[in-house]
């Protein structure tokens, strides 16, 4: 796909956090903010999509190709793959389709690099009893990462780093108090969490960190999106209205970043160490 070129003042950058959660569904937590070099910042990229009937995936590092990845997966879901549903085996068997289309890719955009997570549910028993998964890849070798159950990974870098980290820490420790939400139904650990999340960021506002947040539930039955800051509570009591024209694909995108004076290509939604947090 032909794409317009940038100069370096454009970056985007950004965070996903995920988790194959105790209570057998995958969850994943975003933002969709995008910051350029000049300190520009607009809500406008949706950064987690469904990839299969039971499948979510986010990804970080070159937006150009972060899509190109994503609508290769969920091609190779839809055909080849059809008969794949644990997040472990689609990554073991289109890793290598990963690796040709990094390599084929422009290399002003593999300079950005590439990552991705993947959580998924699969069903274990007649009893409706299912499993959850999370998993990891980062460019060039896409080699799948298993994430340990019930613990919280991310993918992010640069001014997000450590404050990526920090939020995965934290939810790791609250997990008692958020598992006490899936009570009130399915996903309530998962809201918890993008509630705390979403508390955090207006206690300790932080560069290139959006303010709209995204969650993803990867169940047996099907993949859900929320948008939990639509309304979103303030400290001091009041409601704060959070209006998000968010891409969900690259031409979307691009024409955003037309639209607000950038050019597109060569975006990077930077990426975490490989080790998990």
């Not at 975003?30 to 350029?36: A, G, H, I, R």
């Not at 993803?216 to 509570?233: K, P």
């Amino acid at each position: 796909m032909a794409h317009d070129q940038l100069s370096q003042k454009e970056i985007c950058m950004t965070w996903v956090l995920a988790c194959a959660t105790i209570f057998g569904y995958g969850a994943t937590i975003s933002d969709t903010c995008v910051t350029f070099r000049d300190g520009r910042r607009f809500e406008m990229l949706q950064k987690l999509y469904p990839v299969g009937p039971s499948m979510i995936a986010g990804f970080a590092g070159s937006v150009h190709i972060g899509f190109s990845m994503l609508a290769d997966m969920t091609e190779f879901l839809r055909s080849e793959g059809a008969g794949h549903t644990q997040p472990g085996t689609v990554a073991q068997t289109w890793r290598r389709r990963g690796r040709r289309l990094f390599a084929r890719s422009d290399a002003a955009e593999r300079n950005l690099s590439c990552s991705i997570v993947v959580v998924g549910a699969t069903r274990v028993s007649a009893d409706d009893l299912s499993q959850s998964h999370c998993i990891r890849m980062n460019a060039p070798q896409f080699e799948p990462e298993d994430s340990a159950v019930g613990r919280w990974t991310s993918i992010g870098n640069g001014a997000v780093h450590e404050y990526a980290r920090h939020l995965a820490e934290d939810a790791d420790s609250q997990q008692n108090v958020h598992a006490g939400m899936e009570l009130g139904g399915e996903g309530g650990a998962a809201f918890s969490t993008a509630a705390t999340v979403a508390m955090a960021l207006q206690r300790s506002p932080h560069a290139g960190v959006g303010e709209a947040i995204q969650v993803g539930l990867a169940t047996v039955d099907n993949c859900r999106f929320h948008d939990m800051s639509a309304e979103l509570q303030q400290l001091d009591g009041t409601t704060k209205k959070i209006v998000c024209d968010v891409a969900r694909s690259w031409p979307a995108y691009r024409e955003r970043c037309r639209q607000r004076g950038y050019a597109s290509s060569q975006a990077v939604a930077q990426r975490l160490p490989r080790r998990a947090i």
